[in-house]
């Protein structure tokens, strides 16, 4: 099964003024394979690793994606930058922080003002029952 989606408004329901941001899930074998094709805003990159968890990378331009059980509050938050750095985070409930700086496979490539992000995120890091998907974006680390 292939879900599709597109963040299309600012937190407060305004409609975007730029691209939007284009997100693609797709079941695999070990996981599930996240696609990532967005607007760059040529943030100043993070000092991390490519391809490793970086704590505090919400601080950065970022996607996110949260896969939340309702019935247990249990999700699983997970941040992708344009620089290959990435989050992820499972909770127990709102705020607070079951495991953090999981390992996954994460590339990214920024191509002019747009970049691509390609992540598997293991099966066993969404919680069981998951019901809700949400993204986010963030651009800039100004106001």
């Known amino acids: 099964m292939v879900y599709q989606c597109e963040i299309t408004k600012q937190w407060n329901g305004e409609p975007i ?11 695999l074998e070990n996981g599930v394979k996240l696609t990532i094709d967005a607007p760059y805003f040529n943030d100043p990159a993070p000092k991390g690793e490519t391809g490793k968890p970086l704590w505090l990378l919400w601080e950065y331009e970022v996607v996110e994606a949260f896969f939340l059980n309702s019935k247990t509050g249990e999700y ?6 344009p620089h290959g ?10 705020r607070e922080v079951w495991k953090k ?10 191509t002019g003002n747009t970049w691509t992000g390609c992540a598997v995120m293991p099966w066993d ?5 998951v019901d809700k998907f949400n993204a986010f ?7």
Do not use: R, T
């Not at 691209?19 to 797709?26: H, I």
């Not at 699983?76 to 930058?81: A, H, I």
């Open 85 to 94: 750095q990435h989050l992820g985070l499972l909770f127990k409930k709102c």
């Open 101 to 110: 700086n999981l390992e996954m496979e994460y590339s990214s490539k920024i």
């Open 125 to 129: 890091y969404l919680p069981a029952g």
């Open 17 to 27: 003024d730029h691209d939007p941001v284009k997100m693609k899930l797709e079941g």
């Open 76 to 81: 699983y938050e997970v941040e992708f930058g």
């Open 137 to 143: 974006a963030m651009h800039g680390v100004d106001a």
